[in-house]
Nanobody
Framework: VQLQAPGGGFVQAGGSLKLSCAAS????MAWFRQPPGKEREFVIG????????SYAESVKGRFSISRDNAKNTVYLQMNSLKPEDTAVYYC??????????????????WGQGTLVTVSS
């Protein structure tokens, strides 16, 4: 599975940004992020079918995830961004299960990471 995730960039606090991740095949997918000096953490995920989603508490009400199965592409819409959202964002694909996991080791393939910087 190959993942391509362009996007990222610099945005002011309160602003919005949309990331996309195109996969070579359809899988359950998630976004993780790694803030500077911290460990990688789960942000949001969507099941293979798109019927189920899961969110980290820190992004509930601000971030949303959707998928276009015809394009094998997942989108992360980030609204009301905060400086603490600054991180390298990674999309990840899970091929061994159709559901969502919040742990990194359940994901088999990873995008290259894209930096999102939110200024105060």
């Amino acid at each position: 599975v190959q993942l391509q995730a362009p996007g990222g960039g610099f945005v002011q606090a309160g602003g919005s940004l949309k990331l996309s991740c195109a996969a070579s095949t359809r899988t359950s997918m998630a976004w993780f992020r790694q803030p500077p000096g911290k460990e990688r953490e789960f942000v949001i995920g969507i099941s293979w079918s798109g019927d189920s989603t899961s969110y980290a508490e820190s992004v509930k009400g601000r971030f949303s995830i959707s998928r276009d199965n015809a394009k094998n592409t997942v989108y992360l819409q980030m609204n009301s961004l905060k400086p603490e959202d600054t991180a390298v964002y990674y999309c990840a694909a899970r091929t061994t299960n159709w559901g969502i996991s919040r742990v990194t080791y359940d994901y088999d393939y990873w995008g290259q990471g894209t930096l999102v910087t939110v200024s105060s």
